[in-house]
């Protein structure tokens, strides 16, 4: 088996090899061919712009020629025969090819247009000293033909580039010039027949960066300002050449090639778009990915099919190999204990979990029955053996008997099944709940001493009210009014007393009267069910102020929804505790209390500028516990800030619990 294996895995690795070795030979040779190609398509594309370039510099100074003949004709005529001369007369005696210029015109000395090819509007003037093309002739007798940069002419009123000779008087001073006007569509008008693209691009340009004529694809353009051009960093080193860079007015990557002309301020310039230009190379790039693509996967295919025959072999050993890791695996580490047992019980295997357990080793547990192991008294044994043979699938509890014959509770499922080579076979699963068990007795027990522990302290707070409402009473009603007994037993038996007496007996009936007042309104629930909790809050605080001389701000401008009647309670019993807390030990003179909602909180605020207390000391007093265990109830918070000398502070946060069917309860009493 071991040999079979080994052979097929020898075999396979060379078929991927000879897969891999092929698929790296047809797509090295498929991209050295598109290399090539790409490179050949930019090369023709190149060689194409530098022809139409040539083409472009010829017909440039073809025109140019052309334009200077006719100004060094009429330059000639002008200074032998004076202003009299008839320029259209003139270019038709000499059969001057007029399609290559718009007009021709003769200035004096004064920048006027004296004469013309074409009519003048009336009888203005038509001045152009201002010009360059004037003023560039007025104190250089040397110069040439003078090329202007693209102007609307005042004359013909559209676009043209002027071309000027000066002219001389007889002694040689200046006595105006001769101006040819071209149109900047005119030096690329030879291309607009020709298959031109989108983006190719045909121009004619200054050295300061300006275009004399532009086409861009059918667009005709001049006057653009292209000085930031990669174009002139590469005329520095070589008046012709070309390179690739981004159009300088679209930003579209293109190929260019360009020519200085040697004798005129020009640049001829040709560009194609690299998009244009390797359009069809992308076609063909794809079909022939596409062919190397089927041909890999046609090799691919034969090899996998190859593979697969080997590989079947293979698979089915390590099936039945992984299979058994697997469930040894599964067998060895479960932290359950698990049995494989015949119908009746027998065991035959017996997982370490299982000996643990069982507290049996593993030699020892596998001679046994499952009877030996089941407490019989469990009534669950007997209904897991039903015609004392397991069958189909049981769950539940049953009680076992360890080796130190102690007894455990285990969990239990037990299912029923064929082997491989059909024999009734049962695999049973035990946890061991013995400990959950006693958790859940403990925390059954625990309950019930935490509910005698509330009780009692149920019991013990309606002692300590019970104290209290009889303290009150004794010191301070129980007093008063023994005092008015003395009094009216003195007015009975003494007239001349009796007038005094009186009086003093009703104040101190009332004063008993505001006390049992004042105790009632402690201990009884606020009127939330006819009040709002603002409304019990403002009276709460308006009685505190009377009757102990604080200064009291409430705010509550951000309370704006109820919440649910309890909560309501809570936070009043809340106020009324700190209250409380401010009377008898802060010995402050101003509290500031506020109540606001903020997202899905309530949070109720009480500051006073009393004496204040340490924090961080234990707490004997009940009135701050009592506001934490309110808090708490509804999981809220209590944040409470104090320093001797500072005052003190007290936040309490709560979950809002939003009172959204307006439920209203007829009674809010407290439980005792």
Not at 52 to 58: D, G, I, K, M, R
Not at 117 to 136: T, Y
């Amino acid at each position: 088996m071991r040999s079979l294996l080994s052979r097929n895995n020898r075999m396979i690795a060379a078929i991927a090899g000879f897969c891999i070795l092929l698929h790296f030979l047809i797509w090295t040779k498929v991209y050295r061919q598109l290399e090539d190609d790409r490179k050949k398509t930019i090369a023709a594309a190149v060689q194409r712009n530098s022809n139409l370039a040539v083409a472009l510099e010829q017909y440039a100074i073809r025109t140019i020629n052309n334009a200077d003949a006719v100004l060094q004709l009429i330059k000639k005529e002008y200074e032998q025969s004076g202003r009299g001369i008839d320029i259209d007369s003139l270019l038709n005696n000499y059969k001057i090819d007029k399609d290559f210029f718009t007009g021709v015109a003769i200035v004096d000395n004064s920048g006027n247009v004296v004469a013309a090819n074409f009519p003048l509007a009336g009888d203005a003037i038509i001045n152009v000293k201002d010009r360059e093309h004037f003023s560039s002739h007025i104190n250089d007798r040397g110069r040439g033909v003078y090329i202007g940069q693209p102007i609307v002419s005042r004359t013909l009123r559209k676009a043209v580039i002027p071309l000027t000779r000066r002219l001389n008087k007889r002694d040689g001073s200046f006595d105006g010039i001769v101006s040819v006007q071209v149109e900047p569509s005119t030096f690329t008008r030879f291309y607009a027949e020709a298959n031109l693209r989108e983006h190719d691009i045909i121009s004619l340009v200054s050295p300061n960066g300006i275009t004399y004529s532009r086409r861009t694809g059918a667009i005709e353009s001049f006057g653009e300002n292209i000085s930031k051009s990669p174009l002139y960093s590469h005329l520095k080193l070589k008046p012709v050449d070309s390179y690739f860079a981004k159009d300088a007015i679209r930003g579209i990557p293109t190929f260019f090639s360009y020519r200085r002309l040697k004798h005129y301020p020009f640049i001829a310039t040709v560009g194609a778009s690299e998009k244009d230009i390797l359009a069809e190379f992308y076609e063909r790039a794809t079909q022939d990915r596409l062919a190397a693509t089927i041909i890999s996967v046609l090799i691919l295919l034969f090899s996998v099919l190859v593979c697969a025959v080997l590989l079947e072999r293979k698979k089915n050993h390590d099936r039945v190999k992984e299979s058994e890791v697997k469930y040894r695996s599964v067998f060895e580490n479960s932290l359950d204990a698990i049995l494989l047992m015949e119908p009746d019980g027998k065991i035959l295997a017996a997982n370490p979990a299982a000996s643990r357990f069982f507290d049996i080793v593993e030699e020892e547990l596998c001679k046994r029955n499952l009877a030996q192991l089941a407490d019989l008294s469990d009534p669950a044994f007997h209904q897991l053996m039903q015609n004392e043979k397991l069958t189909g699938t049981v769950e539940g509890e049953l009680r076992f008997v360890t080796g130190n014959g102690s007894l455990l509770v285990g969990e239990m499922a037990a299912a029923s099944h064929k082997d491989a080579l059909g024999k009734e076979r049962c695999i049973m699963i035990i946890r061991d709940i013995t400990q959950r068990l006693q958790m859940e007795k403990r925390l059954r027990e625990e309950q019930k001493s935490y509910q005698r522990k509330i009780t009692e302290q149920v019991i013990l707070a309606q002692e300590r009210e019970r104290e209290i409402i009889g303290r009150e009473l004794h010191d301070n009603v129980n007093q008063v009014l023994t005092t008015v007994k003395l009094y009216l037993e003195l007015a009975l038996t003494n007239k001349e007393t009796r007038d005094e007496l009186l009086p003093k007996s009703i104040q101190y009936v009332m004063t008993s009267i505001n006390e049992i007042r004042n105790l009632s309104r402690d201990l009884s629930a606020p009127t939330l069910g006819t009040k709002s909790l603002i409304d019990s809050m403002t009276a709460l605080l308006e009685t505190v102020q009377t009757s102990s001389g604080l200064q009291i701000r409430f705010d509550h401008e951000s309370y704006q929804r109820n919440l649910i009647m309890d909560q309501q309670l809570a936070i009043y019993r809340i106020l009324q505790e700190q209250m409380n807390n401010v009377i008898k030990h802060a010995n402050a003179t101003e509290v500031k209390v506020s109540i606001l909602q903020e997202k899905n909180e309530t949070v109720l605020s009480i500051e006073d500028n009393g004496q204040g207390f340490d924090t961080s000391a234990n707490r004997n007093g009940i009135g701050l516990n009592n506001i934490i265990s309110r808090a708490k109830i509804f999981d809220g918070d209590v944040h409470i800030e104090s320093q001797k000398g500072k005052g003190c502070l007290v936040i309490v946060t709560l979950p809002s619990i939003f009172d959204n069917q307006n439920e209203r309860h007829a009674s809010l009493q407290e439980p005792a």
